[in-house]
């Protein structure tokens, strides 16, 4: 999300927010608020304010999915695993895809190993791949960036997209972030949600600043940025290809020099949040402003 934002932003694009949750199962409705709050006290917000929800697009989903039965470029399927059931397949031309990623350059895959891949569970359920290509038409979507691990979902999309006749969005895949030994960074190394580290007391301009240089060098010795000036600065082409590594100690850094950064009221109220209730209520008002201001 931030990478999006400040390449858009920097361009003077739109950034759009966007819930992919077709899936019931995976996609419970407290996520949304918290990620939307998450964003929003990193100063991330989306342009136009509108949130794209695909579990209420069912009916624009529907009316594609019938164009490509009724072109042959998708059939039914009757499945055997399992209970009974019909899908969607797509029916795969076969063919070499090749792309120029933003990062990584020109890629290659050879589709046929994708087979006749599944695009909805019924005509009335679409799956990820297919909802997103119709999305990223009617948004208007121009550049999509995503995750290393997104890599392999771009030629079922591109083969979606030449069926239905949408033209083909730009693509970057960004380095993931990496725990400390080199196994992508999950609940197990400790926290990972923006709430976490709010709560532990890392201000939100020092998490911004960070995460923007995992993963991005400015191609200079400048390390503190504000988001304003990291929407100036941002260009793809300063985004490195291999996986970057999450370092707390580095973190705690940043956060200092951020706190440096505020003027001495604005550290009093955000440090005094961190403070016991106890002692707070044992001291004076302008003792505990020496306390801390000292230390």
Do not use: C
């Not at 923007?212 to 100036?232: C, H």
């Amino acid at each position: 999300a931030l990478f999006n934002y400040l390449f858009a932003n920097h361009h003077k694009g739109s950034f759009v927010f966007r819930l992919e949750d077709t899936d019931p199962e995976r996609s419970k409705p407290e996520y949304a608020p918290d990620i939307s709050e998450s964003l929003a006290s990193l100063g991330i917000s989306n342009t136009n304010k509108e949130v794209w929800k695909q579990s209420e697009r069912s009916a624009v989903y529907k009316s594609y999915l019938k164009k490509l039965l009724d072109s042959g470029a998708a059939y039914i399927s009757k499945e055997t695993e399992g209970e009974r059931a019909e899908v969607v397949r797509f029916k795969n031309p076969n063919k070499t895809i090749t792309f120029s990623d933003l990062i990584r350059g020109e890629i290659t895959f050879d589709t046929t190993d994708l087979g006749d891949f599944v695009i909805a569970k019924s005509t009335e359920e679409p799956l990820y791949h297919l909802a997103v290509v119709i999305d990223d038409n009617e948004m208007g979507v121009t550049h999509v960036l995503r995750g290393e691990d997104g890599i392999s979902n771009t030629p079922r999309q591109i083969l979606l997209q030449e069926a239905v006749g949408f033209p083909r969005p730009e693509y970057a895949h960004i380095p993931l972030i990496l725990a400390t030994d080199r196994s992508k960074l999950s609940g197990r190394h400790g926290a990972v949600s923006v709430r976490d580290y709010r709560d532990q007391g890392y201000l939100p301009e020092a998490i911004i600043n960070y995460l923007a240089l995992l993963g991005w060098n400015p191609g200079t010795d400048q390390e503190i940025f504000s988001l304003r000036e990291l929407v100036e600065h941002f260009d793809l082409s300063k985004v490195q290809k291999g996986g970057a590594v999450f370092n707390p100690v580095k973190l705690d850094w940043f956060n200092q020099e951020h706190l440096k950064l505020l003027s001495e009221d604005s550290y009093i109220d955000f440090v005094t949040k961190f403070v016991p209730q106890s002692v707070v209520e044992k001291v004076s008002a302008d003792a505990l402003r020496k306390i801390l201001l000292v230390s």
